[in-house]
């Protein structure tokens, strides 16, 4: 007897049509899996086994071959345990019909659960394209995919249910379709900016750094507030879209860590520690799977202590900076994730961290602070549009009653700023200032004559080196937005400077 | 190098580790000559019972010519002059001191030493202020002929040597590791140019690394080069004060800048004014106590008139005149809205007015 099965394979975020065909004939009683399936694959025999057991069905002790076509893309992940099993029950005719344009995941447990499985949502927008009209998912991941259409989606608890439910018995009710705007989601993580006092100057740098989408490097002594500010960025960022949010979702799919509350409608935030590998910073491993700057997708990177990381690490972020995606390849996968993110670095101006301080004394000689800063390689410096030094608050700033903006103020004013760049970039590849290409800088950066003459004396006077030039010019555009101003004037220009503190000479 | 015998085995006995130049003279006094000591050395260890083991065996240990003939071999190699406490040229302020080092090996030169020297000192964590003071006192009294001692270390030691420079004056630094050795590395461009004039002085054989127990001992040089110690900015503690004892135990005249009683930095300054030490406002004050007079107040580029000033700069100015301000704290004193305070910070800084310090603060230039 012979059924088949449908489901979907992912790569990267492309996603296969898998088939999933089981074979029952006589002879000795024997399990065969084929189709280059991945070790959970191998093993999802046991759990089919027992689960169909325990199910109250029965398990056909015959000759058994279960082949996921095509044979040439590799299977990972428990996600075919219940297709396979609804394979062998059809093929024992124990399930009277499975039905053509449906596709099925999920994790068999040895009860006859069914379990969580991790890149659902994908895979079932995925199924939309193949045209596919239903699928059957763990009930744990229905939250994930609420708000898909053209899809009946069907949560299963138990393999029994789904077994009922294709035999007519009794049906599984599909979700509810809802809309994006409807999903009530909450927000754990973020600092409002009225939390931060003090810091005026560096939140004033945030605010442009949000508004233009610019990468922003944050320098100072420990306890500064770094990792405060960084933490408050994504709740000035514009809110997401649907499909912003889509997209954001998927990649946590995938890697499983998606929460209760299913679609994520906040700009991530992700922070790494500085010991992170190559891999895990970029994405890859031996089973490829999206690195921390793919999970920063549409958020916020925030890299503490940039140069305590390996340099390797840090050397990985330049393509993807640059194209906002990344591409990884490992000898049996390759895959493509996006990553679109702000990058935001933190560290100490000196190994003692105390340079510049006024009340405690730096105990480093200028040698170490050049080595220090040396670490960052100069590549990667040039992607970061912004470079602040922070100076410690002090305790009246602490204690101060006055309460400052809170962060859904400035959002409005960025999201204003970003709509003005939104309109001008239509039609072309960049929605943000930060995004220029040096030419569309001279295009699109237009500057006023004061501001000319003031940026041809800012070099001679401030040592400032000529690879600066188009950030200042864009970081300059970006004030200018926020003021409204068509074109770029002496204030802006002088403004940015302000926060380009490496190009300055006693950084050594 | 041709050097008499007398000479060759008064610095193989100076050199020693172990040899202090307390037991230097002690063991000096006993045989007379140091090429006595080299014989006594050779023929029995009883002759040394008065002194510690220790010592002995050192003494023993190096006892070969060849070791002599390494040593001045350095020297050379280096262009490092050994000069001896009965060398002409042994600095004559320096052979009053007690226990003066027996030999100091000096690499520029270091006739141009005279009479008329004062040594400069403080802390290697001066306030960017005192730094600049500092420059300015050292070039005007340079200007006056007169030489400035220090230790080439960070802070108030490179203030005084560069202002010196300045001034194309003679400076003298005397180092805690051998004069070959530069440290702290930053400064070797300040290495090389003392030596045009002046000289860097060490008591230490080439080669020695700069060790932390050196630098106390090296202070009684410093002031014992000088008719007078200047302290400019220092905490109670410290190489200033080891050099101050030295000073006050050599019979020599201490001076000090005075500064706020609220900041650490001045707790010796203060400290010696209140104790009877001179207190130095300008470079006139130190050559007025000697006489040295005929000072020609040097003419200071007057910068002020050079520029205008908005209504916002001109509140930022006034601020800064109190001293450096970070960006907030300019922000919270002068009340300027940021985009303007900003652009306004830029605007001063490229008129040369202001100047951008680390740490997020301004400080007029």
């Known amino acids: 007897m012979f059924a088949k099965v449908e489901s979907i394979t992912l790569e990267g975020l492309k996603g296969f049509r898998v088939t999933i065909e089981t074979d029952i004939y006589d002879g000795l009683p024997a399990y065969e899996t084929v189709g280059l399936p991945g070790a959970a694959v191998k093993e999802s025999k046991e759990r089919v086994r027992s689960a169909i057991k325990n199910s109250f069905l029965k398990y056909p002790t015959k000759r058994i071959t279960v082949n996921l076509a095509p044979a040439d893309i590799r299977k990972e992940g428990p996600i075919y345990d219940l297709p396979i099993a609804l394979g062998l029950l059809s093929a024992s005719d124990q399930v009277s019909r499975i039905p053509k344009n449906c596709v099925f995941f999920g994790e068999l447990a040895l009860d006859g659960k069914v379990r969580k499985v991790n890149g659902i949502l994908p895979m079932l927008i995925e199924a939309v394209n193949f045209g596919f009209d239903s699928a059957v998912i763990p009930a744990e991941n229905a939250a994930e995919v609420e708000c898909l259409e053209k899809i009946k989606i069907y949560p299963a608890k138990t393999l029994l249910d789904v077994v009922n439910h294709l035999n007519g018995s009794t049906q599984i009710l599909p979700i509810e379709h809802k809309t994006f705007e409807n999903i009530n989601y909450i927000n754990k993580e973020y600092v409002d900016f009225s939390e931060i006092k003090g810091q005026t100057f560096a939140k004033r740098a945030m605010e442009i750094a949000a508004a233009g989408g610019h990468n922003i490097l944050l320098i100072g002594p420990p306890g500064a507030g770094k990792s405060m500010l960084a933490k408050s960025l994504p709740g000035i960022l514009p809110d997401l879209c649907f499909e912003e949010a889509l997209e954001i979702t998927k990649i946590h799919s995938i890697s499983g860590r998606l929460d209760e509350q299913g679609i994520i409608k906040t700009r991530p935030f992700r922070s790494p520690h500085h010991t992170t ?70 560290m100490n101006p000196c190994p003692c961290g105390n340079y510049g301080s006024k009340v405690r004394e730096c105990r480093c000689s200028p040698r170490q602070i050049n080595g220090y800063l040396g670490r960052i390689s100069g590549p990667l410096l040039d992607r970061i549009d912004m470079h602040i030094e922070l100076s410690e608050v002090t305790y009246n700033e602490i204690s101060s009653k006055i309460v400052d903006e809170n962060s859904e103020t400035i959002k409005k004013r960025v999201n204003l700023a970003r709509t003005t760049q939104q309109r001008r970039y239509k039609g072309l590849n960049a929605y943000t200032n930060a995004q220029l290409s040096s030419s569309q800088v001279k295009k699109f950066c237009e500057i006023d004559s004061s501001g000319e003459e003031l940026i041809k004396a800012a070099f001679s006077k401030l040592d400032i080196s000529a690879r600066s030039y188009n950030r200042i010019l864009k970081v300059a555009r970006t004030i200018a937005d926020m003021d409204m101003q068509e074109k770029i004037g002496a204030n802006h220009i002088a403004q940015a400077i302000q926060f380009r503190t490496l190009d300055r000479k006693y950084w050594g | 190098m041709d050097i008499n015998e007398h000479t060759r085995y008064w610095i193989w006995l100076s050199s020693l580790e172990k040899i202090g130049p307390k037991t230097f003279y002690d063991i000096i006094a006993k045989f007379e000559d140091a090429k006595n000591v080299w014989e006594a050395v050779k023929l029995s260890s009883k002759a040394f019972s008065f002194l510690d083991e220790k010592k002995v065996d050192c003494m023993y240990k190096f006892h070969s010519e060849a070791y002599i003939d390494e040593l001045l071999k350095k020297c050379d190699k280096n262009k490092i002059r050994p000069i001896t406490r009965l060398d002409n040229e042994y600095p004559s302020l320096l052979a009053e001191i007690n226990s003066p080092p027996p030999v100091i090996y000096v690499k520029g030169k270091i006739e141009n030493l005279t009479h008329k020297s004062i040594a400069i000192v403080g802390t290697r964590r001066c306030s960017r202020k005192a730094f600049d003071y500092t420059c300015e006192i050292a070039e005007e009294l340079c200007t006056s002929d007169v030489c400035i001692v220090s230790g080439m270390a960070r802070g108030i030691d490179t203030a005084s040597h560069t202002g010196a420079l300045k001034a194309g004056g003679r400076t003298f630094a005397v180092l805690g590791c051998g004069a070959d050795v530069i440290y702290p590395k930053e400064n070797d461009k300040l290495y090389y140019d003392i030596q045009e004039d002046g000289a860097i002085i060490s008591e230490y054989v080439p080669e020695t690394p700069p060790l932390t127990m050196n630098f106390p001992m090296r202070n009684r040089i410093i002031c014992g080069l000088a008719k007078a110690t200047v302290i400019v900015e220092s905490k109670f503690k410290g190489g200033a004060n080891i050099t101050m004892k030295y000073a006050t135990d050599q019979g020599r005249d201490i001076m000090a800048v005075p500064g706020a009683p609220y900041d650490k930095n001045s707790e010796l300054p203060n400290f010696i004014i209140k104790n009877g030490g001179v207190l130095v406002e300008s470079a006139k004050d130190i050559l007025d106590e000697y006489g040295w007079g005929n000072h020609k107040k040097r003419d200071k580029k007057e910068k002020k008139i050079n520029f205008q000033l908005d209504f916002f700069e001109q509140r930022i100015y006034n601020l800064l005149l109190q001293g450096d301000f970070s960006i907030e704290e300019i922000e919270i004193k002068t009340e300027i809205d940021v985009s303007a305070l900003y652009s306004s910070l830029t605007m001063m800084e490229m008129k040369g007015i202001i100047k951008r310090l680390p740490g997020n603060v301004f400080g007029i230039s």
């Open chain 1, 277 to 346: 590998s190559t891999a895990a910073l970029a994405g890859g491993g031996t089973k490829v799977s999206p690195g921390e700057i793919s999970l920063a997708h549409f958020g916020v990177l925030f890299l503490d202590e940039l140069p305590e990381f390996k340099r390797e690490a840090l050397e990985a972020l330049r393509q993807p900076l640059e194209d906002g995606v990344v591409s990884v390849a490992r000898v049996n996968a390759k895959a493509i994730y996006p990553a679109d993110f702000m990058l935001v670095a933190a």
